[in-house]
C-alpha cells in the first residue's frame, strides 16, 4: 500500500514540477521578448551568486537557448568577495558539471565593507556600487555586451515601495537598462516570476544555495520587512503583487503629481466633451477597488501566449 501511495505521490510530484518548469520558462521568454532583452548575436554574463535566483536563471536561460529562433551566448560570471567561511568549491564544480562556459573573478570586496561600514549599519549600499563596478569590467574583459542579473517580480515591487515609503519617489527596478559606465545594457529575465515559484524551484532543483554572510546575516533591513508585508498582502489578497507589477506598465501621467510628464500648468478646459476623459469625483470608484469580494488574478501576458 505504501508503495503505491509513493508512486502517487512521486507522480503528482513530477506533474507539479513540469507545470511550474513551463511556466517559469514561459513567463522569463515572455519577459525577454517584451522588452527585447536578448538579440541575435548576444553574448550575455549571467552573474551568479549562489543563491536561489542566480541559479534558477542560468538554469532556465540555458533552456531557452535550446529552443530560441536566435543564437546567442551565456557566460557564468560569479564574484568572489572573500567572504570568511565562502565554500569556493562549490560554484566551480556546479558550473563544470552543466557544462556553462564560466569564470570566477577574485576580489576582497569584503574587507573594504566591513572596514568603510559603520559596526551595525546596513552593508548592501556599499557592497552593491562595488560589486556593481567589478562585474561591468569583467564584462568587457569577456567581451559580453548583455548583463543577466537575478532579480524577479517581488524585488522590483518591494524597490518599488521602498522608493515610495523612503525616497519619496516614484522609481522602481526596470527589466532593461544601460549600466552605469554606458558600455552594457542590464536585463532582469525573472522579472516576472514569483519568488515563491523560484523558492519551489529550487527545491526541485537541488541547487547548492551557498547563502550570503556579509549582508543576509543582518537583521532589520528596511527591504525585509517590506518583502514580509508584500508577503502577508498576497495570502489575504492572492494577485496583488501581479497587479502591483502590472499597474508599473500602464502608467496615467495626467492622474500623478510628475509636472514633468503631464502639462498641469498649461491645460485649459477646451469646451468639448471627451469620451475617454476622466471624472472630476472618483472616489466611489477607488472605494469599489477596495472592496471587491473576489480579488482578480490579472496575468501578465496576453492570451494565446506561445512562449517557450
Known sequence: MNTMNDVAAAKKAAFEA?????????????????FNMIEDGDKVMVCVSGGKDSYALLDILMGLRQRAPIRFELVAVNLDQKQ????????????????????????????IVKRLVPEGATMCSLCSRLRRGILYRVASELGANKVALGH???????TLLMNMFFGGRMKGMPPKLVSDDGKHIVIRPLAYVAETDLERWAAVRDYPIIPCTLCGSQ???????????LREWEKKHPGRSDNMLRAMGQLTPSHLLDRNLHPFATLQATGVADPM??????????????????????MLMPRGDTAP
Open 18 to 34: 513540469n507545470k511550474l518548469s513551463k511556466r517559469l520558462h514561459r513567463q522569463t521568454g515572455q519577459a525577454v521578448m517584451d
Open 84 to 111: 570568511p567561511g565562502f565554500p569556493e568549491h562549490v560554484l566551480p564544480a556546479y558550473l563544470e558539471s552543466i557544462g556553462v562556459p564560466f569564470h570566477i573573478e577574485n576580489q576582497d570586496t569584503y574587507s
Open 152 to 158: 524577479h517580480r517581488d524585488d522590483i515591487i518591494v
Open 219 to 229: 537583521e532589520g533591513l528596511q527591504r525585509a520587512q517590506i518583502k514580509a508585508m
Open 277 to 298: 476623459g476622466d471624472k472630476a469625483f472618483d472616489e466611489d470608484d477607488a472605494d469599489d477597488c477596495g472592496s471587491t469580494p473576489t480579488p482578480r488574478r490579472v
